[in-house]
């Protein structure tokens, strides 16, 4: 018996091979096509390079779909549990930023 997993059956903007406006092709989101990702990504989260584990490894959307970011793989990676909560729905310019001032709040001298 095949259970079919619900990831393959996500697009957006129709069907797959349905040219969005721009004219590219959104890939569909895949079991096959996570598991290539992350064999490209070398099982590290694409953010801080952490060795992933099956119950850590998450899929981000870069652009976050409440921000307008399409559910298509060219808009997701594989992240680290951690590193998607803290992210949310931040671009990854804001949580860049706001890591470094995290950082750089916990490396400072107490006055």
């Known amino acids: 018996m095949h259970v079919e997993n619900s990831v393959d059956k996500v697009t957006i903007g129709g069907p797959f091979g349905v040219p969005p406006s721009n004219g590219r092709l959104m890939p569909k ?13 070398r099982y590290k989260c694409a953010m801080t390079g952490w060795d992933l ?3 850590t ?3 981000d959307h870069v652009i976050a ?3 307008g970011g ?3 793989m060219d808009n997701v990676q594989i992240v680290h549990s951690l590193v998607n909560q803290a ?3 931040m671009s990854m310019q804001q949580f860049v ?3 470094r001032a995290v950082a750089a709040h916990a490396d400072r001298k107490p006055d």
């Open 70 to 72: 399409k559910n298509t």
């Open 65 to 67: 779909l409440s921000k």
């Open 87 to 89: 992210k949310h729905t």
């Open 97 to 99: 930023e706001m890591c």
């Open 29 to 41: 989101i895949t079991a096959k096509r996570l598991r290539f990702l992350l064999e490209n990504q």
């Open 53 to 55: 584990t099956p119950e």
């Open 57 to 59: 490894a998450t899929i």
